[in-house]
């Protein structure tokens, strides 16, 4: 890794280790998420793919080792500023405010751009045109066009799911984490967030992907990291993964068991 | 029949003000899950500031007024960052122990800047009353009812129009959530504390206004009224604050007329028991059941 230029990294892992009363959730990985790239996490349940995403996301601090966005450690930022810091996530489980409108989720989940700080009067009053315009694009990117007054709570589950999507681009990251973002969907809603996803490689932001949906993470990723007991088994491009031994034998127990 | 007309009006009026202290309780617990014992006394020594310039300093109404209000939000500063932002990563129960302590501080306080016990509080306008067919509206109470609408068409425009109303709305739904969204949670529920503060300074101008003295038992007595009406209308809950709130002042209005004043705190108590056994959330409040459920549905 030395010939890399520093800071050609979005997202570096170095060494890092998270343990709970003696697992080793995950244990001394190290990977680097190039920008503009989409990277795809896999692993059996229980690999530590859930983990690594909390500790990329501060939820918890570290056992050991460092977290480095464009080159700077994270330490033990807490959660709100690292998405002032340009990450920003959703949630495998959906958590929108569900009192709040669509427009609201957005609004409130809003980044200011350089420049764009509005004093007093926006923050408290209203939105500028310019974010307003920002806002109802996004509502177009997640197909929510339409539904802008609507109570989050009142949305269908798809739809709520591509909120959370939505919610996560208003917040203008660098790095999106997308938490398991296809439980639960049928085929043609993953081939839609196929498109949303590349959509956002395309507007350059570098996505973080954790999916069980290989159908998903075989058809966006530009690399996939195998996970399995917090270690990191194999990585490589999505073709080279599907098929290399040591997954299948991670998935399915051994060899044999494919053959079975 | 207008004796129970007439009951009702005077129980809403000072309901509207009851209402306002149980929407304090409500905007913090919402945000925090934790309740503010304090609360009440510090509406008390903030009236004491007021009183404190009208009998020395002989100062005018509005003044009083300000500087209730005034006291009110810099004691709820006070009680924020000592019994809460300090101790806010320990259990909900400490916060709940410390700041029944700063109560009895605040209440000596109270007692050393003022140690006759018992003081004037002046109204803003003259007393009097506007006559209406059989009804009397006393101007106390007309200003009341008035001062509550006005503050409640406020707080709901600031909760569901401003940017800070919906954050603090999105802490009191989901406090992590809205941390990964950037919101900064310590400085949400400050702004809250602050709120509240404001609200509960002028519902305690009101309420001593209309009774033109102030104790330092006001702190009990504003607690006390403030929890009751939160809990009937549901924890939490900001509609359910302002009904918990008018339902308690017409409670209280109605038994004093009929039964006399002796049994109207027991009355009220008896109906908060009894709509705690049929609906253990508040009138207005989720099931804890029903909380539950949703939450595990987000899950």
Redesign the interface.
């Known amino acids: 890794m030395a010939s890399r230029m520093a800071g050609d990294a979005m997202l570096e892992l170095s060494e890092l280790s998270k343990h709970f009363d003696g697992i080793r959730a995950v244990d001394g990985l190290s990977l680097e998420v190039e920008r503009g790239e989409v990277f795809g996490l896999i692993g059996p349940n229980g690999s530590g793919k859930s983990t690594t995403v909390n500790l990329v ?1 501060g939820v918890f601090p570290a056992t050991s080792g460092r977290v480095l966005l464009e080159g700077k450690d994270l330490g033990g930022l ?3 500023r690292r ?2 810091a340009g990450i ?2 959703t ?1 495998q ?8 409108t669509v427009w ?1 989720n957005l ?3 809003r ?1 200011d751009a350089p420049g764009e700080e509005a004093g007093f009067m926006r ?3 209203g939105s500028s045109a310019r974010i307003r315009e920002a806002i109802e694009e996004t509502l177009v990117f997640a197909g929510l066009a339409g539904r802008a007054n609507d109570l989050a709570r009142n949305l269908a589950f798809g739809e709520q799911r591509r909120l959370e999507l939505a ?1 996560a681009v208003s ?1 203008r990251p660098q790095l999106i984490l997308l938490d398991e973002p296809a439980a639960g969907m049928n085929r043609e809603e993953v081939e839609d967030l196929k498109q949303r996803i590349l959509a956002l490689k395309g507007s350059g932001i570098t996505v973080l992907l954790v999916e069980h949906v290989m159908e998903l993470v075989m058809g966006v990723t530009d690399r996939v990291a195998v996970l399995n007991f917090g270690k990191l088994i194999a990585l490589g491009a999505p073709g080279e993964i599907q098929g290399n031994m040591a997954v299948r034998e991670a998935y399915l127990g051994s060899p044999d068991a494919e053959a079975a | 029949m207008v004796d129970f007309i007439q009951t009702t009006i005077d129980g809403l009026s000072i309901g509207s003000a009851y209402s306002l202290i149980a929407l304090g309780f409500t905007l913090v617990f919402g945000v925090m899950r934790r309740i503010n014992l304090s609360y009440g006394p510090s509406i008390m020594l903030g009236a004491f500031a007021g009183t404190w310039i009208f009998v020395t300093l002989d100062a005018q109404p509005w003044l009083v007024a300000a500087v209730t209000v005034a006291g009110t939000v810099a004691v709820g500063v006070y009680v924020e960052r000592v019994c809460f932002w300090a101790i806010r990563r320990d259990a909900a129960i400490a916060s709940m122990v410390s700041s029944f302590v700063i109560w009895m501080q605040l209440e000596e306080v109270a007692t050393i800047l003022l140690p006759g016990r018992t003081y004037p509080f002046p109204e803003l306008f003259r007393t009097g009353g506007v006559e209406i067919g059989p009804y009397f509206f006393r101007m106390e109470y007309v200003t009341t009812l008035t001062v509550a609408i006005l503050v409640l068409v406020m707080l709901r425009l600031l909760l569901f129009k401003t940017r800070f109303g919906l954050a603090l709305r999105a802490v009191s739904e989901n406090p992590a959530a809205a941390a990964y969204m950037g919101i900064r949670p310590g400085r949400v529920i400050f702004r809250a504390f602050v709120l509240a503060s404001l609200i509960g300074g002028i519902a305690g101008y009101l309420l001593l206004a209309a009774d033109q003295q102030v104790t330092p038992y006001f702190g009990l007595w504003a607690t006390f009224k403030g929890l009751i009406a939160m809990m009937l209308g549901g924890m939490g809950s900001i509609p359910g604050a302002v009904v918990g709130g008018l339902i308690l002042g017409v409670i209280e209005s109605q038994t004093q007329w009929y039964l006399g004043n002796a049994y109207k705190d027991l009355s009220s108590y008896l109906v908060l028991f009894m709509v705690l056994v049929l609906r253990p959330g508040g009138l207005l409040g989720q099931g804890i059941a029903e909380r539950e459920a949703q939450a595990f549905r987000r899950i």
């Open positions: 996301c807490p959660p709100h998405l002032n920003s996530r949630f489980n959906i958590r929108l405010f569900g009192e709040l609201q609004w409130i989940a980044r923050n408290w009053f919610r917040a």
